[in-house]
């Protein structure tokens, strides 16, 4: 009797034990899928300080302006604002494939680049980097927007032009739609920038997602062919 008792009990701590292990396996399977329960299409902004809202409230950045602009427009359309401050190409490409497993965007708009140029580093580490954050989010299924950078004039004419030709060869190479210069309409507007001349001020906000909200409303209506590589511009 001791015995049938002893393997009732043993049967029933491993039938206990593997349903314990079964919840936690599931719990950990909730925890690491994609946030789409509410029915929404998920948008990650993949930036730097620019998207960070680097010296503003974030509640003024253009990228909780497109939240706003979205929820007025009735888009179901989750934005993730994965940017930081002072990130490059390289940073954000090493940060890639847990955000595209942890959220499962639809769409990908990349916002890199800037600190790579202001740091001097090759334009051909920056290419290689933004190719492979677009290959890497299409293998999960997502969509890209690919938005420019330039540098000023003092880095020199061959570093600029070969930095700001870096965006159009990976449009091109990727068939990605590309906004050519994000900061294009703020750029040299006074008032625009803050005091370090690099980063735009509250009141440039507005005008930062109204240069790249035309092509952002398409790609998400369906109307750009996302495989082409024409320019996307307002």
């Known amino acids: 009797m001791t015995a049938v008792h002893f393997r009732y ?133 997502a969509e890209v927007l690919l938005l420019g950078m330039q540098m000023p004039p003092n880095y020199g004419k061959a570093y600029t032009q070969a930095f700001a030709a870096v965006y159009p060869q990976v449009a091109a190479a990727e068939q990605v739609p590309l906004v050519p210069f994000f900061l294009e309409t703020v750029a040299l507007v006074e008032g625009a920038m803050q005091n370090d001349g690099i980063h735009p001020t509250a009141k440039a906000q507005p005008a930062l997602l109204e240069h790249v909200w035309p092509c952002l409303e398409s790609i998400m209506k369906g109307n750009v062919d996302t495989r082409s590589n024409s320019l996307c511009t307002s």
């Open 9 to 141: 009990l043993a049967t029933g701590f491993i039938s206990r034990g593997l349903l314990l292990i079964a919840l936690v396996y599931a719990g950990v399977a909730k925890a690491d899928a994609p946030d789409s329960a509410d029915g929404r299409r998920t948008l990650l902004v993949l930036g730097d300080s620019i998207s960070a809202a680097y010296g503003i409230d974030e509640r003024e950045g253009w990228v909780q302006l497109l939240r706003e602009r979205l929820a007025e427009k009735d888009l179901a359309v989750k934005v993730v604002n994965a940017s930081v401050s002072g990130e490059t190409s390289a940073g954000g490409l090493a940060r890639l494939p847990r955000l595209l497993s942890e959220h499962g965007p639809e769409l990908l708009v990349v916002e890199l680049g800037g600190n790579d140029g202001l740091r001097g580093y090759p334009p051909r580490a920056l290419q290689q980097n933004l190719v492979r954050m677009v290959q890497l989010a299409r293998e999960q299924g």
